[in-house]
């Protein structure tokens, strides 16, 4: 049996963070680039979502995969 060093695993592990996502918009109101997010809706469907002026924008990009 060989032996090994007991790691402390806390220490290995990089903090995760999470991607900031632009889209760019047609309109400048009240910047050029709006801050976007991924949905997953009803049915494992993925959107990226965006607000625009004053309206909600969704744009499909697929079907959440299943391992």
């Not at 900031?20 to 049915?43: D, L, N, Q």
């Amino acid at each position: 049996m060989i032996k090994t060093k007991k790691h402390d695993r806390g220490k290995r592990r990089a903090t995760p963070e999470k991607p900031e996502i632009f889209v760019r918009t047609k309109e400048e109101w009240p910047s050029r680039y709006a801050h976007a997010s991924i949905r997953v809706k009803t049915g494992g469907y993925l959107y990226l979502v965006w607000r625009d002026g004053g309206r909600i924008r969704n744009f499909y990009l697929g079907r959440k995969r299943v391992p």
